[in-house]
């Protein structure tokens, strides 16, 4: 079974705080994702990479960047957080595309 | 990217009833994915039907597609209350847009024991 985990379950951090959110997937999938979840918002891509070092932005990435240096990890990172973006985030992989979606069990960030 | 629209945004029915949701999508695509989330097990791939098949089986689930009126539906046969989660559906590009999936707001499906 593939395996998709999240650094940690939950996370409390300060305005200002640079935050990482690691992501790791054990098949060698070559698409990983980030989205945040919120009440009456959906899910909501953040950025995607389809490689190695390769990143794209998703629908709002305003706030936050990512790193791929290694095929199986994807990091999210927000250099200065901010309460607007307390939320749940989740991660993904893929094995390429036209294929269907790996979870992590996400991230719940409280910003205060 | 495209999202897909769930309807409706809820659903209550008893265990044993069927369940049925809809989704709509705007563009061109060259697969649709079911996906349901809930708290126990958090977001899990339900099926792909891709958009030269118009109808597909997994277990309790049936889906079909009718790319004509770019619609999708799911449906969820003899429901158990461990049915009980949100369910989205993600319309998928073909080219550049095939790396994206935007997921909706889904339909959240409560099934009473």
């Known amino acids: 079974d593939v395996k998709v985990t999240q650094s940690s379950r939950y996370l409390v951090k300060r305005t200002g705080e640079k935050v990482f959110l690691e992501c790791v997937q054990d098949m060698d999938h070559e698409n990983m994702f980030w989205y945040r979840q919120d009440p009456g918002l959906g899910l909501r891509l953040i950025y995607f990479?389809?490689?190695?070092?390769?990143?794209e932005k998703g629908d709002i990435p305003e706030g936050y960047s990512v790193s791929r240096e290694k095929k199986e990890r994807f990091s999210l990172i927000l250099e200065s957080a901010s309460t607007n973006q307390t939320s749940m985030y989740l991660c993904?992989?893929?094995?390429?595309?036209?294929?269907?979606?790996?979870f992590g069990p996400g991230t719940r960030l409280t910003v205060l | 990217s495209q999202q897909g629209e769930e309807d409706p945004q809820a659903l209550s029915i008893q265990e044993g009833e069927n369940a049925t949701m809809n989704c709509s999508y705007k563009?061109?695509?060259?697969?649709l994915q079911w996906y349901r989330q809930n708290s126990g097990r958090g977001l899990v791939h339900l099926i792909l039907i891709r958009s030269n098949e118009r109808e597909k089986h997994s277990g309790r689930l049936r889906v079909t597609l009718d790319t004509s009126k770019k619609s999708s539906s799911l449906l969820i046969t003899a429901s158990r209350a461990a049915d009980t989660a949100s369910y989205f559906c993600t319309p998928g590009g073909s080219g550049a847009g095939s790396y994206q999936l935007t997921f909706g707001k889904g339909t959240k499906l409560s099934v009473i024991p």
């Open positions: 990479s389809y490689d190695v070092k390769m990143k």
């Open positions: 563009t061109s695509i060259n697969n």
């Open positions: 993904a992989s893929r094995l390429a595309a036209y294929n269907e979606q790996f």
